[in-house]
């Protein structure tokens, strides 16, 4: 083990010294990529479950963790290299859980090893982006413990691609029989996480186009028909002296009144059951204004350029034609 946890420490220190590395950091976990450490954890002066413990998020780090990752330390500190398995470093959600008036101090058992809360880091999503947005969370130092596959995480100060050479040259001087997944930028591992969101978007864009389309075509349909059953109307409006512009204001006023229903009615039921999915799903928020407003536009305009068209036949019917049919 020491001589695993030694390897590790000794090749994030030579790629370090690479001229266009800023900093380096060893996690067993890495953010959003889908894993996640569960640990049995006691905090000291809480009421514990039947169960006798809590189950927490945890990763092992190494000390420059939290700069690599961008994490501020809002209280406290990060871990010093005189940290061993008596220090912990815990998220903002873990201390509101457990210590309302302040985590700093506090003693907690992570599997019947204690340790003291030296410092608290602002909440992030941790395993995936769907995940509730303040799962309890902490950090023990990397020398707390070892396992045989472990995370270097490295910032670039220059294109991150042209260090991918590098850094397995380095992998490979130092144990050539040692397996090397494929480097990944942390862009790509975000937006893996968000696959599922992303096809499940596409899917409900989908559905939603083509309802739109269905919506436009059925408009058209009815407002043709409707048209073409009041040719005598109108031709007999015309006769009279009706201007096409006063067709064209007749029909559509008839087409939008429709239209105007319907998406009134679809808001009603669009905020009803936003309300419902906010009060049953955590982490799901009302309805945007936006969204409602920017559909409510679009549906509009289509309907209005479906329903122009039959308008605009109406407006040039031969009022002579219409009388005779008549």
Same mark, same amino acid.
């Given at each position: 083990?020491?001589?695993?946890?030694?390897?590790?420490?000794?090749?994030?220190?030579?790629?370090?010294?690479?001229?266009?590395?800023?900093?380096?950091?060893?996690?067993?976990?890495?953010?959003?990529?889908?894993?996640?450490?569960?640990?049995?954890?006691?905090?000291?002066?809480?009421?514990?479950?039947?169960?006798?413990?809590?189950?927490?998020?945890?990763?092992?780090?190494?000390?420059?963790?939290?700069?690599?990752?961008?994490?501020?330390?809002?209280?406290?500190?990060?871990?010093?290299?005189?940290?061993?398995?008596?220090?912990?470093?815990?998220?903002?959600?873990?201390?509101?859980?457990?210590?309302?008036? =302040?985590?700093? %101090?506090? +003693? /907690?058992?992570?599997?019947?090893? *204690?340790?003291? &809360? #030296?410092?608290? $880091?602002?909440?992030?999503?941790?395993?995936?982006?769907?995940?509730?947005?303040?799962?309890?969370?902490?950090?023990?130092?990397?020398?707390?413990?070892?396992?045989?596959?472990?995370?270097?995480?490295?910032?670039?100060?220059?294109?991150?691609?042209?260090?991918?050479?590098?850094?397995?040259?380095?992998?490979?001087?130092?144990?050539?029989?040692?397996?090397?997944?494929?480097?990944?930028?942390?862009?790509?591992?975000?937006?893996?996480s968000s696959e599922e969101q992303r096809a499940?978007?596409?899917?409900?864009a989908l559905i939603g186009a083509v309802s739109?389309?269905?919506?436009?075509?059925?408009?058209?349909?009815?407002?043709?028909?409707?048209?073409?059953?009041?040719? =005598?109307?109108? %031709?007999? +409006? /015309?006769?009279?002296?009706?201007? *096409?512009?006063? &067709? #064209?204001?007749? $029909?559509?006023?008839?087409?939008?009144?429709?239209?105007?229903v319907g998406v009134a009615v679809g808001l009603?039921?669009?905020?009803?059951?936003?309300?419902?999915?906010?009060?049953?799903?955590?982490?799901?928020?009302?309805?945007?204004?936006?969204?409602?407003?920017?559909?409510?536009?679009?549906?509009?305009?289509?309907?209005?350029?479906?329903?122009?068209?039959?308008?605009?036949?109406?407006?040039?019917?031969?009022?002579?034609?219409?009388?005779?049919?008549?």
């Open positions: 083990m020491i001589e695993g946890r030694q390897f590790f420490e000794q090749l994030a220190g030579q790629v370090a010294v690479e001229p266009d590395v800023e900093s380096v950091a060893l996690a067993i976990d890495l953010p959003l990529d889908g894993s996640i450490w569960l640990n049995m954890v006691v905090p000291e002066g809480v009421e514990l479950p039947e169960t006798g413990h809590f189950l927490a998020h945890e990763n092992r780090v190494s000390v420059d963790y939290f700069d690599v990752m961008r994490m501020p330390v809002l209280r406290g500190r990060g871990f010093t290299e005189t940290d061993a398995n008596d220090a912990v470093v815990v998220n903002e959600a873990f201390e509101q859980r457990f210590w309302p008036e =302040g985590a700093l %101090g506090k +003693r /907690v058992d992570i599997e019947g090893q *204690p340790a003291r &809360v #030296v410092g608290v $880091v602002r909440n992030a999503k941790y395993r995936n982006l769907g995940e509730a947005p303040t799962p309890i969370h902490f950090w023990r130092p990397w020398e707390a413990g070892y396992t045989p596959a472990a995370n270097l995480i490295v910032r670039a100060r220059s294109e991150p691609s042209e260090l991918v050479a590098t850094l397995r040259r380095l992998v490979r001087e130092a144990d050539p029989d040692l397996p090397v997944l494929e480097p990944r930028l942390l862009s790509e591992v975000v937006g893996s499940a978007s596409a899917l409900l739109l389309s269905l919506a436009v075509v059925g408009i058209y349909g009815v407002l043709s028909f409707v048209v073409s059953r009041r040719t =005598g109307e109108v %031709g007999l +409006r /015309v006769a009279l002296g009706a201007k *096409p512009r006063d &067709v #064209v204001r007749l $029909v559509l006023a008839q087409g939008m009144r429709m239209v105007l009603i039921l669009a905020f009803a059951i936003a309300q419902i999915l906010a009060a049953t799903f955590p982490g799901v928020e009302a309805l945007d204004p936006l969204a409602p407003a920017a559909a409510v536009l679009l549906l509009v305009g289509c309907a209005a350029a479906a329903t122009l068209v039959p308008a605009l036949r109406a407006s040039r019917v031969d009022p002579m034609v219409a009388l005779r049919a008549e």
